[in-house]
């Protein structure tokens, strides 16, 4: 049965992990389901397929191989993904600068990427991989994934850090601080906060608040079809509807309502199934 839920980490991984994001899509008849346009969204994620996979594409002309688990850096265009006749994704969404403490990697280095996770993380994510496709029961796919998140974690030697905190605070209050506030609260100068903010994150604190924004903007009509644009504008800190379009416009070439109903012909929309 398709589905489309998230969990909770245990709380030895929250202040590395978000959410786990779970999605289970079955075709049955004989065309391929379309592509589904993914917007930029404030996250890093690592995603394994233990059934089909997916194949990506960018506006840019590149077009990917498909892989069994993928590192996908924060995103500030648009990707174009196809999946299989039976898509299951089992997908680890970060908290900000998550990633970074665990593997070390600087998350700029991955900015609309989506690499190979065995080629980044070697053999421990291969055999992962390999156990997640024999497994039918979905819920037992998530021990599995938290014991080699926990793995990672006791490798490291990287520490959260108020600057870390500072991020996680942004995607719950995005227009309530400064960036002398927000540098203040990491224990940084500006310039040293901005550093920082690129190195663990990946991009620019006023760059990471404009796509939370987006983003909730995007949930938002998806939650609520009927409500117009102006209001979710507004409601989301926009300063007005053409502000709003300047970054949708900026973020995925489209207006709002274009890409509105470009999203609603999603493989997922044909089982009722809406991010929000």
């Not at 999605?23 to 996250?43: G, I, N, Q, V």
């Not at 993928?70 to 648009?78: E, K, T």
């Not at 949708?248 to 309502?257: I, R, V």
């Amino acid at each position: 049965m398709p589905f489309f839920y998230d969990l909770q980490p245990s709380l030895a991984l929250r202040e590395h992990v978000r959410m786990y994001r779970f999605m289970h899509l079955s075709f049955t008849d004989t065309t391929l389901p379309p592509a589904k346009a993914y917007p930029p969204r404030p996250e890093v994620t690592l995603s394994f397929y233990p059934r089909d996979s997916e194949k990506v594409s960018y506006d840019d002309g590149r077009a990917l191989p498909s892989v069994r688990s993928a590192l996908i850096g924060q995103q500030s265009v648009v990707s174009h993904r196809h999946v299989g006749k039976e898509f299951l994704m089992v997908q680890v969404v970060f908290q900000p600068g998550g990633l970074y403490r665990m593997i070390g990697i600087p998350t700029i280095d991955l900015n609309n990427q989506y690499f190979d996770a065995e080629a980044v993380l070697g053999n421990e994510a291969k055999a992962l991989n390999q156990r997640l496709m024999n497994i039918e029961d979905f819920p037992k796919m998530i021990p599995l994934v938290e014991e080699f998140l926990l793995g990672l974690v006791r490798k490291s030697t990287y520490e959260i850090r108020p600057i870390d905190k500072v991020g996680i605070t942004m995607l719950h209050n995005v227009n309530q601080y400064s960036l002398d506030w927000l540098a203040k609260e990491s224990c940084l100068s500006v310039k040293q906060f901005e550093r920082n903010f690129n190195e663990r994150i990946g991009i620019n604190p006023k760059y990471f608040a404009r796509i939370i924004r987006f983003d909730k903007a995007f949930r938002m009509k998806n939650a609520f079809p009927n409500k117009d644009w102006l209001s979710i504008a507004l409601d989301c800190g926009y300063y007005d509807y053409q502000h709003l379009v300047r970054d949708y416009k900026e973020f995925t070439g489209m207006t709002p309502a274009n890409f509105y109903m470009q999203d609603t012909q999603s493989p997922e929309r044909k089982f009722g199934i809406v991010e929000t």
